[in-house]
């Protein structure tokens, strides 16, 4: 077989099969000289990759925050006002809507926290609806008591499908002495009330 190598660098007459394994390796090939596409899909598989080596990617994240205390009515399920991002890699969040809509199909991990109170609170839920659908919640309950403030977080593993499902973060907070009660914003002292994520893997 023969191997012709033009003005140009271009290697000709090699084929599949052409070099013995090992021929080629990290040290011959010059730096960046093999890129993505170059690499025909699925030529490279699990069992191709040395479990000593790691790969990279950069994963969707987002974190959104509220910014004012919020006033709500108690026994009420309201969606959280979260109208500033800390960081959101992708700009999937958005600010107005209050609403998390990732464009890649897989499960994401969300967690969310929210403290609100200035009454006699009896009970309180922190809920992720999904399509504006209650998904999932966490609850706190004071018992026989009755407290003037609580601080509640929640965690779910959701799949969205990448194109038209969206998460919101409502809460609801029993209180039997007032009509109306306040989710505190986040302060400079730490994080009060927020909602962040990210994808886990892709579906």
Request: no cysteine; aromatic share 10%.
């Amino acid at each position: 077989m023969a191997i012709v190598i033009n003005g140009s660098g271009t290697v000709t007459g090699l084929a599949v099969g052409g070099l013995p394994d090992g021929t080629v390796d990290a040290g011959t090939l010059a730096t960046d000289s093999v890129v993505t596409g170059k690499i025909t899909d699925g030529t490279i598989t699990n069992a191709d990759i040395s479990s000593s080596s790691t790969i990279t990617k950069n994963v969707p994240v987002f974190r959104a925050k509220s910014t004012s205390n919020q006033t709500i009515n108690q026994n009420t399920f309201t969606k959280v006002v979260l109208a500033s991002e800390t960081f959101d890699s992708n700009s999937w969040y958005n600010a107005s809507t209050y609403r998390y809509t990732p464009q890649i199909e897989g499960y994401y991990q969300f967690h969310g926290v929210a403290h609100g109170g200035t009454g006699t609170l009896s009970a309180m839920t922190l809920a992720f609806y999904k399509n504006g659908t209650r998904h999932s919640s966490s609850g706190l309950y004071a018992g026989n008591n009755s407290w003037d403030d609580m601080g509640i977080t929640h965690t779910d593993l959701i799949y969205m499908n990448g194109s038209s499902d969206y998460i919101e973060m409502f809460v609801i907070i029993v209180d039997t002495g007032s009509s109306t009660d306040i989710i505190f914003y986040e302060s400079g002292n730490g994080s009060i009330t927020n909602l962040s994520g990210f994808l886990v893997r892709e579906a």
